[in-house]
């Protein structure tokens, strides 16, 4: 029986011979001896074996390490553990053990190590003790971040590559990039010396198509409204108009108040306007009758002489020439 026991442990142990990994046996220089510290007895160890993962690591990586070897039943009575994450089982300035655990079925014993080491280079574990064993472990090779097998892990920087015909895309880049800053900056000098102009030049069309608007819906309701109220509209909207213009409080000033006023600006046709309110205030509160009011006046030749006679007409004439004699004045100066 004892033959036979020896024969099986034998045969098991060649059995994990086979498998990958460095293997080591026996009891003397060996990567792993087993001494009884209780009594002093040296214990058989066969078939040692280890597997790591990663294979290949690198310095920092969590690194686990599978043993197994064969020795003596009953060396251990429960399985040895030792080490967390928070309290590592061994540690120094090379190396982390977080975990060793060691565990025996029938003679087959398992250890495994979970470590990081930390600089890259030939690892040599210190002897761990484990329960009734000295464990000496197998150097390693812990690889280097930047280099891989003698091969450069950061390759040196390459010229960038251009497909075939790209300096042609280019060039035409560049030339449209060329143009575009000539037709900027002809634009900004343009911009620079007519901006004035078109801006004025809609503020004056904006003022003026008020104006038309509110005397085109005036005239026609002339007939549904007395006269005074109708030449009333007239006076108000004229007066709005040229506070927008000349940004003066026009419309609380009286006739000959606005003409004084105004004979401040170049230009303007100071003797139709004042010619205009006067008439205005004498069918408004002298109660005269429009046709001999407006008769002797330029107001009244203009209505005279035109096919359809009315008198916003002369208004909105009246509101185009100032608007045109201000736009010269500011385009001059």
Known sequence: MRFRG?????????????????IFSG????????????????????????NIFPSEFYSGDTVHMFCSFVSSAGLIEAPFA????????????????Y?????????????????????PGILSFPVFKAGPFEIQLPELNVCSIIEKESNPGIQPLRPPEFLPGTDYYILALVILLFVFIIVAVALVIIGVRGLPYFVHRHTIKRRYRILRKILSKLEKQKEKIPV??????ISRELRLFMERKFSLPVPSFCSDEVVKRLSAFDGLPLREIQ?????????RYGR????????NTEWGKYIKNK???KATMYILDLAQRMENSLLKEDVLS
Do not use: C
């Open 99 to 119: 975990t060793l655990t060691l565990e025996e079925q029938e003679g087959v014993y398992s250890l495994d190590l979970v470590f990081k080491a930390w600089h």
């Open 27 to 50: 009891t003397g220089d060996t990567a792993l001896s087993g001494e009884n510290l209780l009594s002093g007895n040296e214990f058989p160890v066969m078939g040692f074996q280890y």
């Open 228 to 233: 005074e109220e109708y030449y009333a509209v």
């Open 275 to 283: 010619e205009v309110f006067s008439s205005i205030d004498l069918i």
């Open 82 to 97: 030792r080490g967390t994450e928070e309290e590592p089982f061994y540690e120094d300035h090379n190396l982390t053990v």
């Open 288 to 295: 005269l009758p429009p046709d001999s009011v407006l008769s």
């Open 307 to 309: 096919n359809n006679p």
């Open 6 to 22: 020896l024969l099986i442990l034998f045969l098991f142990s060649a059995a994990l011979t086979a498998q990958t990994g460095e």
